[in-house]
């Protein structure tokens, strides 16, 4: 893991708050899933950086999928070509490759970390994809993983979680908001599939320090920022 100052290669807007930043000259990835904690650098506040996914890895350069909601994600969608941002990672535990079909799941932007888990994953891949409603943003998000996943099915405006056919052959993977989440380990559970879901708590630390990221397994407590963020949903509690 590196800390450091890194420059933006590019920040491309999809629309008003969802954008696509590029950096240059970090340490990439060892795994799909692994995040990176970001700062703007010439902005104080927030003070702490936040923890972003890796959405793919290009010309050596890694790509995070941003949306905003709040001080730290506005700041980054201000960045431009050239200003300096403040980057380490790359960090956390990513979805094991198991070699065989895997199934995708991903709710709106929440998908962000399975593109780069779909261009590394060696097997069939299907991917379901479940949006509010076709804007630029699904429109972009399905040209990225087009050509990529053997399978592509889209949702609007319905719960993806419904469309998906659950099996005990494939692995499935999945990323998207709490409820998505919840849902997908009961199915996972009803159906007896192998699931990995990536958690997106809140993190201060990114690094197991602080402890503020726990998430309940039958283990005990496991940081998801150090044990996570991927997570088998069998352990979760
Ligand atoms: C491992 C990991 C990977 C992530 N990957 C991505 C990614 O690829 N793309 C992306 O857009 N976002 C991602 N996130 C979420 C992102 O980190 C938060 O949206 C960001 O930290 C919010 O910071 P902010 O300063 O803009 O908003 P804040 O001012 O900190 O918060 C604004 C509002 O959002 C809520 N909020 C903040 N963080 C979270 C969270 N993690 N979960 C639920 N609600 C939250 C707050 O409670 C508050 O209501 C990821 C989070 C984690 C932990
Ligand atoms: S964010 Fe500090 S322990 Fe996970």
Redesign the pocket.
């Known amino acids: 893991m590196e800390y450091g100052k890194v420059r933006v290669k590019s920040n491309y807007k999809l629309s008003d708050g969802v954008f696509i930043l590029s950096a240059e000259g970090a340490e990439l990835p060892k795994q799909a899933g692994q995040?990176y904690m970001l700062k703007a650098s010439d902005f104080s506040e927030?003070f702490l950086p936040?923890?972003?996914?890796v959405?793919d890895v290009r010309d050596g350069c890694v790509d995070?999928?941003?949306?905003?909601?709040?001080?730290?994600?506005?700041a980054l969608m201000s960045l431009k070509a050239g200003d300096e941002l403040e980057m380490f990672g790359a960090l956390?535990n990513g979805f094991p490759d198991e070699k065989r079909d895997a199934v995708l799941i991903g709710g709106g932007?929440g998908c962000?970390?399975l593109l780069y888990l779909a261009k590394t994953l060696g097997k069939r891949k299907t991917i379901y994809l479940g949006f509010n409603q076709r804007d630029a943003v699904s429109d972009y998000l399905l040209e990225r993983f087009d050509g990529i996943c053997d399978k592509v099915v889209v949702i609007y405006g319905g719960f993806v979680t419904e469309d998906v056919i659950y099996s005990e052959d494939a692995v499935y993977y999945a990323c998207g908001r709490e409820a998505m989440m919840k849902v997908l380990k009961q199915k996972a559970d009803d159906f007896g599939t192998k699931m990995y879901l990536?958690y997106?708590?809140?993190?201060a630390c990114g690094v197991g320090a602080c402890v503020c990221?726990v998430v309940k397994t039958v283990d005990g407590n496991k940081r998801?920022c150090k044990e996570g963020?991927v997570f088998d949903s069998r352990l979760l509690v």
Do not use: D
Request: proline share 13%.
């Open positions: 995040f927030p936040r923890p972003i996914s959405f995070f999928l941003i949306e905003v909601v709040g001080k730290g994600t506005q956390g932007t962000a970390p990536s997106g708590n809140r993190m990221c998801a963020p």
